[in-house]
């Protein structure tokens, strides 16, 4: 099993930068895909980018493409997202999960970081 944190939550204005980071305990991270995921107030949980075990292989939400990076450092068992031009519908509790192959089911999750977005 894998235990896994998220930091780097916040507030941010608009058009800013945040960087989140997810720390994995236990099980090495270089064993799983890593992800993240969001879920706003009265929306479902979304996919914004996903990332394989080795990093060679990358997803992005059509939503954050262009304007979020995920990127691994497996050394150091942590996952990063990147958010640069952030916007007010990017306001949501952000998660960071593992999961056994990229294309699969994420079954570890962390608590999630709460980012808002003001105007």
């Known amino acids: 099993q894998v235990q896994l944190v998220e930091s780097g939550g916040g507030l941010v204005q608009a058009g800013g930068s945040l960087r989140l980071s997810c720390a994995a305990s236990?099980?090495?991270?270089?064993?799983?895909?890593m992800g993240w995921f969001r879920q706003a107030p009265g929306k479902e949980r979304e996919v914004v980018a996903k990332i394989s075990r080795s990093g060679g292989i990358i997803y992005y939400a059509g939503s954050v493409e262009g304007r979020f990076t995920i990127s691994r450092d497996n050394a150091k068992n942590t996952v990063y997202l990147q958010m640069n031009a952030v916007k007010r519908e990017d306001t949501a509790v952000y998660y960071c999960a593992a999961g056994g192959t990229f294309g699969g089911s994420y079954d570890y999750w962390g608590q999630g970081t709460l980012v808002t977005v003001s105007s």
């Open positions: 236990g099980r090495t991270s270089s064993t799983y895909a």
